[in-house]
């Protein structure tokens, strides 16, 4: 079992950057494949990145493919999420996910998850 906080949410300006740090509990950390997802206001939850257990695959929404990189730091139990030139429409609850599975299959449905954070919100002014 693992547990997950997210942090680094906040206000920030069109055009600005924030970096969103998850970080887990436990020692398995590298057994878990990880993923971002958000919901915003009035939506549903989208898929927004994942990574593989080791970094070696990474897979992107196309709404973020070029702004937002997802990195993990095994040794330090914690996945990131580096969002640049973010824009009014990326504004959300950004939660990261935990999954057993090593594979890509499903990578975008959040109910292929196995474990949630609480989540953190994130405003982009314009």
């Known amino acids: 079992q693992v547990q997950l906080v997210e942090s680094g949410g906040g206000l920030v300006q069109a055009g600005g950057s924030l970096r969103l740090t998850c970080a887990a509990s436990?020692?398995?950390?590298?057994?878990?494949?990880m993923g971002w997802f958000r919901q915003a206001p009035g939506k549903e939850q989208e898929f927004v990145a994942f990574?593989?257990?080791?970094?070696?695959?990474?897979v992107y929404a196309d709404s973020v493919k070029g702004r937002f990189t997802i990195s993990r730091d095994n040794a330090k139990n914690t996945v990131y999420l580096q969002m640049n030139s973010l824009k009014p429409d990326d504004t959300a609850d950004y939660y990261c996910?935990?999954?057993?599975?090593?594979?890509?299959?499903?990578?975008?449905?959040?109910?292929?998850?196995?474990?949630w954070g609480q989540g953190t919100q994130v405003t982009v002014s314009s």
């Open positions: 436990g020692r398995t950390f590298s057994t878990y494949a």
């Open positions: 996910a935990a999954r057993y599975y090593s594979g890509t299959n499903d990578l975008e449905a959040a109910a292929k998850y196995d474990y």
């Open positions: 990574i593989s257990r080791y970094g070696r695959t990474t």
